[in-house]
């Protein structure tokens, strides 16, 4: 007699052998690596659409200020002692134009945006005035300068929050000589209003607002170089600081950049530094614009030295298209 134990095998063993699950795991890696700048070129694209957004919504603020007040408003504002760039400057202006009516309640326009009475208005982080793409934390940074005559100090025990949008006093080519030296006058004037028939040549084909993003850290070409107050002179903490908070005179010369800081003399225009007198985003390949009718416009980092110029200028009789950029 058979025992029928003995016709039954032993069970087989189900599973994956160490060469399927390296297998499996290759290919996983495999998918990941295609997938992962997808996911970033997404996400880079989204930031871009954000910062455009943000650009629009001050474009509309600037407008219902325009209709309000006769024109669009000054750089600076209050007592021009010692110096302008220490008072209001256009964005805490529109504030009441941008549902911040608290904020603009807060601020007192017969002080400077440096002074301690003004902390609770300029500490305030306006999300509308920073560029989602920029690495900086969008928190108060301390060392807000405070001028004693011509220069200005880092007063670590204030801060503000910083602002990635500038507008541009105009455009310039200082390394030309004297005598063939020309300045552009962009659209907006430092102490009175901007009436929409000033802009000559057509709001439609002159720069309002552009980004000067990450300040006041400092990059060039993509690459970080050091952080604020890293620079000790009198004459570097200005040019930080001073331009860079969003309550402070975010208004600047727009010049083309060879290689050093101030080096104001070379081919490059567009995300070449993001110090002063710069033109600088982190959005791959160039930089948002707004127009002076409310829209917003991509440069891409080669438009031509004269495109820039043309579209910065705002009587200067030029004509542009969309393929110029």
Request: with cysteine.
């Amino acid at each position: 007699m058979t025992c029928p134990l003995a016709a039954v095998g032993r069970p087989r063993r189900s599973g994956f052998t160490l060469i399927e699950l390296l297998v499996v795991i290759a290919i996983i890696a495999v998918l990941i690596a295609l997938l992962l700048p997808a996911v970033q070129a997404a996400r880079a694209a989204a930031r871009r659409i954000s910062c455009t957004n943000n650009m629009k919504q001050i474009g509309i603020a600037m407008h219902n200020y325009a209709d309000a007040m006769g024109g669009f408003p000054p750089t600076a504002v209050g007592k021009s002692t010692p110096n302008t760039e220490q008072f209001g400057g256009w964005c805490a202006q529109i504030l009441g134009f941008i549902e911040q009516p608290q904020v603009y309640a807060a601020y007192n326009f017969n002080l400077g945006f440096h002074l301690p009475e003004n902390q609770t208005a300029v500490r305030t982080v306006m999300s509308v005035y920073i560029c989602p793409a920029t690495p900086r934390p969008p928190t108060p940074v301390a060392g807000v300068v405070k001028f004693t005559g011509s220069n200005g100090v880092p007063d670590m025990s204030l801060s503000a929050a910083p602002g990635d949008y500038f507008t541009a006093r105009s455009y310039a080519e200082p390394w030309l000589p004297a005598s063939a030296r020309l300045e552009w006058t962009g659209a907006l004037d430092q102490t009175v209003h901007t009436p929409f028939q000033s802009i000559t040549d057509g709001l439609s084909n002159t720069m309002l607002a552009y980004e000067c993003a990450g300040k006041p850290d400092y990059y060039v070409g993509g690459k970080y170089i050091h952080g604020f107050p890293t620079p000790s002179s009198t004459q570097a903490a200005d040019r930080w600081w001073s331009h860079g908070a969003w309550a402070g005179f975010m208004n600047m010369r727009i010049v083309t950049f060879h290689g050093g800081q101030d080096d104001n003399e070379g081919p490059c225009v567009i995300s070449c530094h993001n110090g002063w007198n710069g033109v600088y985003s982190f959005h791959a390949a160039g930089i948002n614009a707004l127009v002076c009718d409310g829209s917003v416009r991509f440069l891409k980092e080669s438009t031509a030295r004269p495109v820039v110029r043309s579209f910065v200028s705002k009587a200067g009789g030029e004509v542009l298209s969309a393929d110029q950029y």
